[in-house]
């Protein structure tokens, strides 16, 4: 089945009313430099160009831990593993960006090897510490190497673009490919594997089914996203350092857009970056003046709301909403 039956199909099964949402959504977003401007919405494009590279993150740490049920805090080291490696190889060989963006991503995808191989055997909250733990590590490394990496204040990289439309497609346009592409990996046949590897992995594995490798494959695709994610994080910034890309508040932070958004969908989590990057950077302290630790404060406050509230997910919450909407009228009008 190619990629298009699998979309056509999966869309399919959508409603009138939830392809309506999905049509207003992308129709907006991807004409959004076209109409912000000139309606009073023109500040939203450079944090919504942000938040498409957040919500790359998102999708990439969904389709492993989501699926599969094995939680990993330490993600945050991959995108910043291939965030470093694309300013070092710039500053210190003076590669260009056709060089340096394939050798980044195989950065990410080297890390997440190393976070994958030892701890994808074992279960329960020894992957979680694991990936807590290597992540750590991670972080002192860049201060061990401070001669190479720049240590506490990190290194510049060339900025893709000041022009803040181009930089939003720079985001948008990559964004929904990988969704597509992760779409694909969720509604195939490897996808059903992932949720049955996290709804009951020992009757998996009782199937004769080598579990060992899905969860593997899961982790090599996670990793190749978030490493695509860390180099465009670091061109749209111009610079790398351990603050910005590589403390585990960057981790927690992903898990939280997906969790808002709603596990184990893709889109969801895309939906839940949007959300936590406008309330971040234009709601709470442009909108409602909220400055330093306010911020922060009301910004989890809010967070935890959402996940107490929602459990399900926000985005997932309205698109079952839209389901039962629609066949409550299919129903009246048989």
């Not at 959504?25 to 959004?32: D, G, H, I, N, Y």
């Not at 494009?45 to 094995?70: E, K, Q, R, V």
């Not at 346009?173 to 490897?190: D, E, K, Q, T």
Request: glycine share 10%; aromatic share 12%; net charge negative.
């Amino acid at each position: 089945m190619t990629l298009q039956d699998h979309i056509t199909r999966r869309f399919s099964e959508a409603n009138r009313y939830q392809f309506g949402l999905l049509a207003i959504l992308f129709v907006s977003l991807s004409t959004l430099p076209l109409w912000a401007p000139i309606t009073g919405f023109g500040g939203l494009i450079y944090p919504l160009a942000l938040a498409n590279i957040w919500a790359i993150f998102a999708m990439g740490w969904d389709i492993i831990s989501g699926y599969t049920g094995y939680i990993s805090f330490g993600h945050s080291a991959l995108s910043g593993a291939a965030a470093y490696a694309t300013a070092m190889l710039a500053t210190h060989l003076e590669l260009p960006l056709a060089a340096t963006f394939p050798l980044s991503v195989v950065a990410a995808l080297i890390v997440g090897m190393l976070f994958a191989l030892p701890s994808l055997r074992l279960r329960g909250p020894y992957f979680s510490l694991l990936t807590l733990v290597g992540a750590l590590l991670f972080y002192r490394l860049l201060f061990v190497f401070n001669e190479y990496t720049g240590g506490e204040l990190g290194m510049s990289v060339e900025a893709i673009t000041y022009d803040t439309t181009v930089l939003y497609y720079y985001t948008f346009v990559p964004m929904v490919f990988i969704a597509l592409g992760l779409l694909y990996v969720s509604r195939s046949n490897v996808g059903v594997v992932l949720v049955a590897i996290r709804e009951n992995e020992p009757a998996v594995e009782s199937a004769g089914i080598d579990t060992t490798k899905f969860k593997l494959w899961a982790f090599t695709l996670s990793a190749v996203t978030m490493g695509v994610g860390g180099v465009m994080l670091a061109h749209f910034y111009g610079s790398v350092d351990p603050t910005t890309m590589v403390i585990l508040d960057r981790s927690i932070e992903m898990i939280v857009m997906a969790v808002i958004g709603g596990m184990s969908s893709i889109l969801g989590p895309i939906g839940g970056a949007y959300v936590f990057i406008l309330l971040r950077d234009t709601i709470l302290p442009g909108t409602l003046g909220l400055g330093g630790t306010q911020r922060w404060f009301a910004l989890w406050a809010v967070a935890l709301g959402l996940i107490v509230f929602a459990r399900e997910g926000v985005f997932r919450k309205l698109w079952h909403g839209l389901g039962e909407q629609g066949s409550e009228n299919e129903s009246e009008t048989e």
